[in-house]
């Protein structure tokens, strides 16, 4: 299933220096964001910045949201994950995308203009009505949580 999203492009070096976000193969589930860095930006051990995409979405669709996710190669190689794990943008959001980048690692790594820092995927959303109860019929976990299932 395909939707059409309204984009905005808020740097112009996309569209000329670098792509605008595609689907890099038929069944890939995210689109990569790029950093929109003046210059190369030397990301401390520890350190955490909010990087620039250049694009602004509006889903307008109350079904769907998107999470912005690390990608796998910085994140495992590099410790290059995100500050806050991961990102949620709300269907109404008319903002600048945004990545917070974390550098998780004991190592500095430097970010180069137009980098693939993160990805970005479309999910469903169901929004829900509360029904206040005072009882729930039990179910067989009941409120058991937390490893109560027990190891093996
Ligand atoms: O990684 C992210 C996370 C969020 N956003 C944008 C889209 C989202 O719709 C908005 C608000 O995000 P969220 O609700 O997670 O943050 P908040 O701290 O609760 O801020 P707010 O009070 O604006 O809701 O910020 C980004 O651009 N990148
Ligand atoms: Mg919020």
């Known amino acids: 299933m395909k ?3 309204q984009l905005k492009i808020l740097d112009p070096r996309i569209g000329r220096e670098w792509p605008l976000p595609t689907y890099a193969t038929e069944g890939a589930a995210g689109l990569d964001l790029r950093a929109m860095l003046d210059a190369p930006l ?3 051990a520890g350190a955490t910045t909010l990087i620039k995409t250049g694009l602004a979405i509006h889903i307008g669709d109350t079904t ?3 999470v912005i996710l690390p990608r796998s190669g910085l994140g495992h190689k590099h410790g290059i994950v ?3 794990l ?3 943008i709300d269907s109404d959001y008319q903002g600048e995308l945004m990545v917070s980048c974390w550098n998780r ?3 500095a790594f430097t970010i180069e203009p137009g980098e693939r820092i993160a990805q970005l995927v479309f999910v469903p959303v169901v929004r829900v009505d509360f029904e206040l109860v005072e009882s729930f019929s039990t179910s067989r976990r009941g409120a058991g949580g937390f490893g109560s299932t027990g190891k093996h």
Do not use: F
């Open 105 to 107: 690692s004991d190592t």
């Open 64 to 66: 769907l949201a998107a």
């Open 3 to 5: 939707k059409n999203i």
């Open 86 to 88: 991961v990102g949620l």
């Open 42 to 44: 030397r990301l401390e």
């Open 82 to 84: 995100l500050g806050n």
